[in-house]
């Protein structure tokens, strides 16, 4: 069902390599087609026709689930936290193309949102939406794991250090399961504070991983000046784009730790390329209004 297309590592200097995962499908980017992968197998097995999930107004999995019902046949439902939205989806480039790609939204408080792992709330939506195949916001799963161990192969034997960004530690995790005893998994959160780890290890077998908590920027969709040069020098410099919430945070702190001395001499780093790119445009609105410096 879901074809792997190829690709080649990216040299962006002696040290640094990129695996453009991102390329793997145009709009379903990276991480989430690893995510999503098993989980449309085994919505298919259970002969689910509906796909239920929650995210934020500019969430990159909301994007990619109603991509992926739209490609696979799938009725797609989005639980939206913030109820002020419901007037707002034409003017949101993310609920937009999630809403052209058939993506029926509920919007629910704030409050409500945080109900989305209590199995009242997931009755009372049964009882609205009929029957669905549950995905957790972000997709992180035992099926989500499974597809993101496939992200490491044979030629990646050679790197030293593995680099991810991390939301809900899905990625990271499906890593740290399949990398070899000689690398170490470095994760980076977009979101203030360490409380991931605990989710981390709720999947991870391996204890060969950290998280650098010094480059979320204020918290998750903060950032600035600094990091939106970064990312359009890294464009211009390599031709690489780099989304604002996830990887420029990752490259951003890749950098500052060779420059600070972190890594051992001669270390080779992979840096693994999530995508998110259809973000931007929402982080480009924001910075409009704000009269900041846009991500070009």
């Excluded at 211009?236 to 420029?248: A, E, F, K, Q, S």
Aim: hydrophobic letters at 40%; a positive charge; aromatic letters at 12%.
């Amino acid at each position: 069902m879901l074809k792997i297309n190829d690709y080649s590592n990216l040299k962006i200097d002696n040290q640094v390599f990129i695996k453009p995962d991102y390329l793997i499908h145009s709009c379903i980017s990276g991480n989430k087609y690893r995510k999503l992968k098993y989980n449309l197998f085994e919505a298919k097995r259970q002969k689910k026709h509906t796909l239920l999930t929650f995210g934020g107004a500019f969430s990159n999995h909301i994007a990619a689930v109603a991509s992926s019902g739209q490609e696979f046949g799938f009725r797609t439902i989005g639980i939206i936290r913030g109820e002020e939205l419901v007037s707002k989806i034409d003017e949101n480039p993310t609920l937009s193309f999630a809403k052209d790609c058939g993506m029926t939204f509920k919007f629910v408080t704030r409050a409500h949102f945080r109900n989305k792992t209590e199995p009242d709330f997931i009755e009372q939506l049964k009882v609205e939406f009929g029957d669905f195949y549950l995905i957790p916001e972000g997709g992180t799963n035992k099926l989500a794991i499974q597809g993101c161990e496939e992200i490491l192969t044979e030629q990646d034997q050679q790197f030293d250090f593995i680099c991810c960004a991390v939301g809900t530690g899905g990625t990271i995790s499906g890593l740290i399961n399949v990398a070899l005893p000689h690398q170490k998994i470095l994760g980076f959160p977009a979101l203030k504070g360490d409380f991931l780890r605990e989710e981390i290890t709720k999947f991870a077998v391996n204890k060969n991983w950290k998280l650098i908590t010094d480059y979320h920027f204020g918290g998750y969709a903060k950032i600035n000046e600094d990091l939106i040069a970064f990312i359009n020098d890294f464009k211009r410099m390599h031709n690489v784009p780099l989304d604002p919430i996830y990887t420029g945070k990752m490259m951003f702190g890749i950098y500052d730790l060779i420059e600070k001395g972190y890594f051992p001499k001669h270390s080779k780093i992979l840096a693994i390329h999530t995508g998110g790119f259809q973000g931007v445009e929402g982080m480009n609105l924001k910075l409009t209004q704000q009269k900041r410096p846009l991500i070009v």
